[in-house]
């Protein structure tokens, strides 16, 4: 095996072609793990994967003639690829230590997922969280003795037969819908149905953590039996994994739904499930983010409008949504004979109201605005607090323009998202999702709207990813990923180009030009919606939110009786902030430790000592000072 250097090589041989664009020859049928062997020992030694244009391939796989392979090792430890690896034959020791310890358990499914992996199972009894320790510890005894990993193809019949004889259920049904070739792992004296790609062997897992139990229905449909899912990760080193769990219990102590109730802003209930019940002091989150969405809209010339909550099927079939949604619709007889939907989005509304009237290029562009309620019937097992709800409201907006207008109306949208993500101090992301399969219109139309989404952000100068096949079904998008504090992303808001459901409705402006012409329209939302938006802010700022959207800005504690009425008068002093006194029967440090607890940004005790001149304000995080009235008003106006 050689690097090729110009002599003509025989049939017997092939070669691949290395990251460096130089060419490798093999023996006909030669595998990754062969290729490692050809360039070096230790390559052989490290290697975890083959990548081959974008995707992974095990090393025992065989290679093709021409082939461009990227061989990535132990040293690749913060490659996604390298991760999946790791993490995939790190789910299949934990399937083997629970058949070990619990027999007679079925095995369902064990994929990588983003941030681990995770491992179904049908337990013969009920597991809680306590035996995650008996079986990590399991799977440290699986380490001790070594594992090595075998793949070899088999004939679907053979699988099944296999299968079949060790009771495994689940994996017959999976051979029965397998396409493709058959595979298999074997580990130990654990087989299992796998496409693979898998380690060599287990020396490289050093560093893993089973994270919790959970139920999951099998194949993901509630009709059929549910399965205990145990949840993991894996690292290449033990520090990576130490940082790993830090970020997962901040993240744990910040998670909405725990802190929702704490601060008392919202609660969720059986009684309506996946829509929110919203306190008071959440209100005020909620109306201050209404507050600057009004408010923005305004000075950006957008003009509010209010459409209905339900339209008929006919509707949802010329906006192309009833094929696409209508599983995700709540539908309502209405009379003998029709069947009316609640909205899941408010596209088809806005294009019934352009469309009510005749209208001029002088009426362009023409931007509608609405944060209107929204339902989308979610399976109950997707629901998560306010992050995946049935109650969705989302800070919608339609820009009807002409071909001429759009790049500019892109632009303004872009610029005002960096405007309402740089408040929060979120670090937006920009992608760009391009035609999907099941596109509506020509190649032409989308290479046009493609493009117009492209050239925007390009003038704006920002980078953004392409994600090829991920448009909506009308016209492509830019979405907003945010990252929160702890490095999370999450996908936001979007912006829309859509040529397809002006034309579906008939809508026309009158030209210059006296001819009537189709506008396009952009979709645009920069919250996301409402709910999940507070939900990711929660949990970004952990629910010790900047002292402008905080529920309650000021709370005074009066030392004792004689000190309320003194209280109350400094609370009228500053009353264009949210102000609270809390002259609970309870000592001044239980009630400091519940300002703590409930995370208000300032807190003024006021006793004997304290007047206009001499107030004592402890500062959210501990910070303690003494001021005057008016020092403090005017330090309030900085926040």
């Not at 939907?341 to 352009?354: D, V």
């Not at 362009?364 to 969705?392: D, F, I, K, W």
């Not at 309402?420 to 290479?447: I, V």
Request: proline fraction near 5%.
């Amino acid at each position: 095996m050689r690097a090729s250097q110009g002599r003509e090589v025989s049939c017997s041989d092939m070669k691949v072609v290395l990251p460096d664009n130089s060419e490798l020859e093999l023996p006909d049928g030669a595998t990754g793990l062969d290729a490692a062997r050809a360039i070096g020992p230790k390559l052989a030694e490290q290697a975890v994967l083959v990548r081959s244009n974008g995707n992974v391939q095990d090393l025992r796989a065989p290679l093709e003639d021409g082939q461009p392979i990227q061989i990535l090792t132990t040293r690749d430890k913060d490659d996604p690829d390298a991760l999946y690896v790791l993490r995939h034959s790190t789910a299949h020791l934990l399937a083997e230590a629970v058949r070990r310890l619990y027999p007679g358990t079925k095995i369902a499914i064990g994929p990588p997922i983003e941030n681990g992996f995770y491992y179904d199972f049908d337990f013969p009894e009920p597991i809680g969280e306590e035996a995650l320790e008996r079986i990590e510890e399991e799977m440290r005894k699986e380490l001790v003795e070594g594992r090595s990993w075998n793949r070899e193809e088999v004939a679907a019949e053979e699988a099944k037969r296999y299968f079949a004889e060790q009771g495994e259920e689940y994996k017959v049904e999976l051979v029965d819908t397998a396409e493709g070739p058959i595979t298999m792992y074997t580990q130990g004296d654990f087989r299992d149905l796998c496409r693979g790609p898998h380690l060599q062997d287990s020396t490289p897992v050093r560093a893993f953590k089973l994270t919790g139990l959970a139920g999951a229905y099998w194949r993901g449909n509630e009709h059929n039996k549910q399965l205990t899912r145990i949840y993991g990760t894996a690292f290449y080193d033990q520090a990576d994994l130490d940082a790993y769990l830090e970020n997962l219990e901040q993240a744990r102590a910040r998670d909405h739904r725990r802190l929702g109730a704490q601060l008392d802003l919202f609660h969720l209930s059986d009684h309506a499930p996946g829509m929110p019940f919203w306190h008071p002091k959440g209100m005020v989150i909620w109306n201050a983010l209404e507050d600057l969405r009004r408010r923005e809209n305004s000075r950006r010339g957008y003009v509010e409008v209010k459409t209905p909550l339900m339209y008929d099927v006919e509707t949802w079939k010329t906006s192309g949504h009833w094929e696409k949604f209508k599983d995700e619709m709540f539908l309502v007889p209405y009379g003998e004979d029709r069947t009316l939907g609640l909205k899941p989005m408010n596209c088809p509304g806005h294009m019934l109201l352009f469309g009510s009237t005749l209208r001029s290029y002088r009426d362009l562009p023409l931007r509608y605005a609405e944060a209107s309620t929204l339902h989308r019937n979610e399976r109950g097992g997707t629901l998560h607090g306010l992050l995946r709800v049935q109650h969705v409201t989302q800070d919608d907006a339609h820009l009807f323009v002409t071909a001429e207008q759009i790049e500019d109306e892109i632009f303004a949208a872009l610029d005002f998202a960096a405007y309402l993500y740089e408040l929060f101090g979120l670090e937006a992301r920009f992608e760009l999702s391009t035609r999907p399969d099941n596109k509506l219109g020509t190649d032409e139309e989308w290479d046009f709207t493609e493009g117009a989404l492209q050239a925007a952000l390009d003038r704006r100068g920002i980078p953004y990813t392409i994600n090829a096949g991920d448009g909506a079904f009308y016209g492509p998008k830019i979405d907003l990923h945010m990252t929160d504090v702890l490095g999370r992303s999450w996908q936001m808001g979007t912006i829309q180009l859509d040529s397809q459901m002006p034309s579906r409705f008939g809508l026309t402006y009158m030209g210059a030009d006296n001819e009537e012409h189709t506008p396009y329209v952009i979709h645009r939302a920069l919250f996301g919606s409402l709910e999940r938006f507070i939900g990711i802010l929660i949990e970004h700022y952990g629910g010790a939110f900047p002292f402008w959207l905080a529920p309650v800005q000021i709370r005074i504690l009066p030392v004792g009786e004689g000190h309320r009425g003194a209280a109350h008068e400094l609370a009228r002093k500053l009353a264009e902030f949210r102000v609270e006194v809390d002259e609970r029967d309870e000592t001044v440090g239980k009630r400091i430790r519940d300002t703590e607890v409930e995370k208000i940004p300032v807190t003024i005790v006021y006793g004997d000592k304290e007047s206009d001149d001499s107030l004592a304000v402890r500062e959210r995080g501990g910070e303690q000072s003494t001021r005057t009235l008016d020092e403090l008003l005017s330090h309030l106006a900085t926040l």
